[in-house]
């Protein structure tokens, strides 16, 4: 998820690094707002500002406090890729809120070609073991969610039914702007709406939904050996949903 409040959100970009702003403040500290100013981070006493300027104004004090030591322990400049939290919440502040339907809509494309869904054709293994991990989880959305989706052998694009697609909508259709954002996240960087659900809803973990979400390439990996760049690659992935898990538990 990108740092400058587009929306549908994105996962944040490796774009070349430009000159890091010097710090510029002596304290980073959370007001406790009142009414809809929520908890604002505060830097020398005068409000933080994400990049489309607005307040940085959080609804959970874990969470206000978490940013607030993101600012705190920078150093001579100030560095956002030290900063996952504050890029997200960014995020969610300038590109989610007031665009929440947008989001929700890109999350149920995703129920639409799930990753689950799409299942080898051979070896027996790679399918015994997809079948394995990905069938309970269809199942428990399809029990708690309503969310009947259909699984096919090979690449082939799969119609999933309206019914799915709108129990997904529902399942999503109450989330406030900082939990949606956190699902999309997940939701992208897995290929999953319904894993992303399942983590939301505490059904899995962000590790289990992460290895059940890589099932394919850990596969060819132990078959043919990895590659340093694609395991660079998925380490940064793997801190994006970190940061968006960490997101949800500090919301409790």
Known sequence: MSANGDA???????????????????????EQGTGRTGL??????????????HDLALPALALAEAVAREWEAQRQHVD????????????????????????RSDIVKYAG?????????????????????????????????GIRLAPSQGVMPVSQSREALDH??????????????????????????????????????????????HV???WQIAQWGGDADAASRRLRRWADMQTATELLRLLG
């Open 216 to 218: 394919d390439e850990d």
């Open 8 to 30: 549908p959100p994105k996962v944040p970009g490796r774009e070349e690094r430009r000159p890091l702003p010097k710090r510029f403040y002596a304290h980073a500290t959370v």
């Open 40 to 53: 604002r981070i505060l830097l020398d006493g005068k409000p933080a500002r994400t990049p489309k300027k």
């Open 113 to 145: 070609s799930d990753l689950l869904c799409y299942r080898a054709e051979g070896p027996e293994k790679l399918v015994a073991l997809q079948a394995a991990t990905w069938d309970p989880i269809l199942a428990w959305a399809n029990s708690t969610r």
């Open 168 to 213: 997904a909508g529902r399942a999503v259709a109450a989330l406030d702007a900082f939990r949606l954002a956190a699902l999309h996240v997940m939701v992208t960087l897995t290929g999953s709406a319904v894993l992303g659900l399942a983590v939301l809803n505490g059904h899995l973990s962000a590790e289990a939904a992460w290895a059940a979400a």
């Open 80 to 103: 956002p890729a030290t900063m996952p939290l504050t890029r997200l919440v960014n995020t969610v502040i300038d590109g989610v809120q007031g665009r929440r339907s947008e989001v």
